[in-house]
């Protein structure tokens, strides 16, 4: 609830504890996971009354170069700084690498935020990504039908060809998964490497106009759209039950035995997700994008 009501991060609130600074209806308590119910019970920090926070949701552009966590030993950057003026304490939903730039959200609404990140929910990432070489077509369908990493084979994803450079590849990719560097990960997989990655949306949200390093208030209807119920309604429509994966000729490794996933028009994942097929160069790397919607 210390948390919760802005005052600190979590281990700010367990140092709080732990020094028996916080009571609960006139008590000292000495465990953080002490249960307390908003509506009936007193809590103070210092002898001073906690409230409930309202509850924050903010968009970040998110800059190469700041980390996702609270504080860093080595003292780096973290978004916290850009963040200052906010004056409550919100988390970050998922991470992005120090490397990567774009949309992130943080909120002090931890309900949502698992929501958000549990890979059941299936919620699409979308990424524009310059990858090293340009790839061809059997890369590009191992992409879209999964690739086997380290910590097991990755969900079919949609991916789209951009441009091709002299020596890169544009492509955007959206994920349903948000496993530690996935985008990187894969490409690496298929021999390639990412050299720049851009997150532009979660879900309908997308970074749109939005100066890099600035942040904004999502609107009410942002929240309710990733909120909603819908993900997980659709993400359970989805899970049919898969065949097993048969090895492809060619070293494309192996593949789902269904063949290979039909690419979905729209760009999305079908399902009302970030990415419409009309959104070809709509998101920059510059760290300008151009409009929503
Ligand atoms: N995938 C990555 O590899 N890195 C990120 O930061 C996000 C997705």
Known sequence: MLSKAGLGSRTEARKWIGAGRVQVN??????????VDPGKDEVTLDGKAVRAAEKAYLLL????????TYKDPEGRPTVYALIEDLGRHVVPVGRLDLDTSGLLILTNDTLFAERIMNPEFKVPKTYLVKAAGVLGEEQMER???????????????VVTRLRNRENSTFLEMTIT???NRQVRRMLEAVGSKVRKLVRTAIGPV?????????????????????????????AKADDR???????????????????PRKRQSGGGTGRGGGSKGDSRGRARFAGRPRAKK
Do not use: C, M, S
Request: charged share 35%; glycine share 16%; proline share 8%.
């Open 143 to 157: 992409l879209r039908n999964g690739v086997e990493l380290e910590d097991g084979w990755t969900r079919p994803a």
């Open 177 to 179: 998964e948000g496993r």
């Open 61 to 68: 552009y998110k800059p190469k170069g700041y980390l996702t």
């Open 241 to 259: 039950p898969r065949a097993p994966r048969k090895p492809v000729p060619g070293g494309g490794g192996t593949r789902d035995a269904r063949g």
């Open 26 to 35: 006139g008590k000292v308590i000495q465990t953080p996971d002490h249960w």
């Open 206 to 234: 997308r970074i749109g106009k939005l100066e890099i390093g600035k942040w904004r208030v999502l609107e009410r209807e942002e929240v309710n759209a990733l909120a909603g119920e819908d993900w997980f309604k659709r």
